[in-house]
């Protein structure tokens, strides 16, 4: 078997799945792939340049929303990049841990550029535009985090907090409407917060 960096990558997220990153490490993938552990440091020099390269792959299989259509409003595009960049954390165990600490692909200027002249042309000055792009990803991965930090889900989780908040009609109230509505709820809710805050700051004259 020709070992290279794709099949590496592609085994080591199958490993992500069953282990997760904690347990993940290149002595189990060396392992797995039935070489020695050197073998992999022909290809990734540390367990982060390889964590970079899963979080390429896992946002090259999934986040499939990262320009704006044609006749796509820049809050339907933000709100819709964001879905799909948290639909394609989400699809991987501990997917927003690897994501964090990651930089910004080199290669990915020329489309972070276009991104930023398409909300200026919106009336966004580009300093908001960058802020605004920076702003709703950590908000996703710190969403992703959050909800991943549940795995596994285990049965009666939560039926403690609720019982003792039932005394507190307000914080009740909410906890019932959060129950109902789950993860996915309250992160649309957040983008709806964020988009109407770059909106007001977009209206505020000077």
């Known amino acids: 078997m020709k070992l290279d960096k794709a099949l590496i990558v592609a085994l080591a997220l199958e490993l992500l799945n069953e282990v997760g990153i ?29 964590l970079d390269a899963m979080n390429e792959e896992i946002l090259r299989r999934g986040h499939d929303h990262r320009a704006p259509l044609p006749g796509e409003s820049w809050q339907e595009f933000v709100r819709n990049n964001a879905r799909s960049f948290r639909g394609a954390l989400i699809a991987y165990r501990d997917g927003a841990r690897v994501h964090a600490g990651t930089e910004a692909d080199p290669g990915d200027l020329e489309h972070v550029e276009r991104l930023l002249n398409f909300l200026r042309e919106a009336g966004m000055p580009s300093v908001m535009a960058m802020r605004l792009l920076m702003i709703v990803g950590r908000y996703t991965v710190g969403c992703v985090l959050e909800e991943q930090a549940e795995y596994p889900a285990g049965p009666g989780r939560g039926a403690a907090l609720d019982a003792k908040a039932s005394g507190y009609p307000l914080l009740s109230q909410a906890l019932a409407d959060y129950r109902a509505g789950g993860h996915e709820a309250l992160f649309e809710s957040g983008l709806d917060l964020l988009i109407a805050g770059a909106q007001a700051g977009i209206a505020e004259p000077g």
């Open 22 to 50: 904690d347990a993940l490490s290149t002595r189990l993938l060396a392992q797995r792939l039935k070489v020695q552990q050197p073998a992999l440091y022909w290809h990734f020099r540390n367990k982060r340049a390889l």
